[in-house]
C-alpha cells in the first residue's frame, strides 16, 4: 500500500520538485557564506518531504473522481486506480503528517511553524470549500481555491516558503533574500501554469511571458541589492541554460524527472565552484 503511494505519486511527481526547491535555500545559504550544519539540512529536507507528502495524499483524496476521467493521472495516482482505498488513503496522510511534524520538532520552532504554514497553505488551495460561480444555484458542489483566481498566489506563495525553509535553520534568517526567492518562485509559476494546461516548457514561457519577464527583472533587482552579483549571475544562467535545455519537454515527461536531479547535483558544484573561486 505504502509502496504504491510513494512510488506512483510522491516520487515520481512531486519528490524531485520539492527537493529542488528546498535547494534553491541551501543554495543561497551557500551563495551568502552562511554556516550550514549539513546534518540539520538533510533533517529539515526529511521533515519538510515526509509532512508535505501528506497533503498530496489528501489532494488525490478530494480528487478522486475527477482523476479518474484523466487516463494520464490514473496511472499515476492509486486512488484513481482503487489500489487504495479512502480509508487507507486517510490512515497514509496521518502518517505522514504526524512523523514530519515529529521530525521538525526536533529542529526548532520556527521550522516547525514553516511547515505548518506551507501544509495549511496547501490544504486552503487543495481542500473543496467554496461554490463555483458557474455553477447551478441548486448545485450542492463544491470546488477548491486551486481552481479559482486565488490558485496561482497561493502557489506562488508555496513555493517562497519552501525555499525559505533552510534558512529557518540558519541563525542568520533576517538576511534571506525575499528578491531572489521571488524571481525563482515567478518562474516557477510560469513552469507550474504550463503542466496544467499541457504544455511544453518552452510553450509555457511563450503563453506566460509577462510573469516570466517579471521574474527575469526582480532577479536584476536582486544581483543589484545583495552581495556576490556574479555568483546570482552564475545562477540565472543556470536556470535560463536549465530551461533552455528542457523547452521542448513536458514537466512529467520520463526524461525530466530523471535529468532534472542531476541538474540540480550539477547546479550546486557549479555553484560551489564560483564561490570558491571569488
Request: proline fraction near 4%.
Amino acid at each position: 500500500m505504502f509502496r504504491k503511494v510513494l512510488l506512483f505519486r510522491n516520487l515520481t511527481d512531486n519528490i524531485p520538485k520539492n527537493i529542488g526547491l528546498y535547494s534553491v535555500g541551501v543554495m543561497l545559504l551557500f551563495l551568502f557564506r552562511l554556516p550550514i550544519d549539513l546534518f540539520q539540512i538533510l533533517l529539515g529536507l526529511a521533515a519538510f518531504l515526509v509532512s508535505y507528502s501528506s497533503i498530496y495524499v489528501l489532494n488525490d483524496f478530494y480528487d478522486t473522481e475527477d482523476d479518474k476521467t484523466d487516463i494520464e493521472k490514473v496511472l499515476r495516482k492509486p486512488l484513481a486506480q482503487g489500489a487504495v482505498k479512502r480509508s487507507e488513503a486517510l490512515k497514509i496522510f496521518t502518517f505522514f503528517l504526524m512523523t514530519g511534524i515529529l521530525l521538525s520538532v526536533l529542529l526548532n520552532l520556527l521550522f516547525l511553524c514553516v511547515v505548518c504554514l506551507l501544509i495549511l497553505t496547501n490544504s486552503i488551495y487543495s481542500i473543496p470549500f467554496t461554490r463555483n460561480r458557474k455553477q447551478n444555484l441548486d448545485d450542492t458542489g463544491l470546488v477548491s481555491l486551486k481552481q479559482s483566481i486565488l490558485g496561482f498566489p497561493l502557489v506562488f506563495l508555496m513555493q517562497l516558503q519552501k525555499i525559505f525553509l533552510p534558512w529557518t535553520i540558519s541563525v542568520e534568517v533576517l538576511q534571506f533574500p525575499v528578491l531572489f526567492a521571488v524571481g525563482f518562485s515567478l518562474i516557477y509559476i510560469v513552469i507550474f501554469r504550463g503542466y496544467k494546461k499541457g504544455w511544453t516548457i518552452g510553450e509555457s514561457i511563450k503563453h506566460t511571458l509577462f510573469p516570466f519577464v517579471v521574474a527575469i527583472i526582480v532577479f536584476i533587482l536582486s544581483i543589484s541589492v545583495y552581495p556576490e552579483p556574479i555568483a546570482q549571475a552564475s545562477i540565472l544562467l543556470y536556470i535560463l541554460a536549465g530551461v533552455a535545455f528542457f523547452r521542448n519537454s513536458y514537466l512529467t515527461d520520463r526524461r525530466v524527472l530523471l535529468q532534472s536531479p542531476v541538474y540540480i547535483f550539477l547546479g550546486i558544484v557549479i555553484l560551489f565552484y564560483v564561490i570558491s573561486n571569488l
